[in-house]
């Protein structure tokens, strides 16, 4: 298993403002956009950021994750966690592909993404 990418979580309930301000600051335009409707969450990317908006009752079980990280192979990281007894929070399908929410010793808490071929 390989970490292939990584996000850095910025969390809004002004969208369209704060993705404008990303891609000023990272000096390029919008990655993609969707919506999360059963959480009430829309999300944008303008890399290395993944925002996150919707309002702060939404917002609020999102707030603790730390990053989002791809990998190339879903199976091999659930075996590697499965070895150093790492509790996966939530297991799911999302839009981008199959998605495991981690939370790891220290704390931190991590999606992690094995994103579908046609979103790398």
Request: proline share 8%; charged share 20%; no cysteine.
């Amino acid at each position: 298993m390989k970490i292939t990418d990584h996000f850095i979580p910025v969390f809004t309930n002004q969208l369209d403002t704060t993705v404008a301000y990303y891609e000023s600051l990272a000096n390029r335009p919008m990655d993609r956009r969707w919506d999360i409707p059963e959480a009430g969450l829309s999300l944008a990317t303008v890399y290395p950021y993944v925002i996150v908006s919707g309002s702060p009752e939404a917002l609020e079980p999102a707030r603790s994750l730390r990053a989002v990280v791809y990998v190339d192979s879903m199976n091999e990281l659930k075996d590697v966690l499965k070895q150093q007894n790492t509790l996966i929070v939530r297991d799911q399908h999302g839009p981008i592909g199959p998605s495991i929410f981690v939370q790891h010793p220290d704390g931190s808490f991590i999606e992690y993404v094995e994103p579908a071929q046609a979103t790398v």
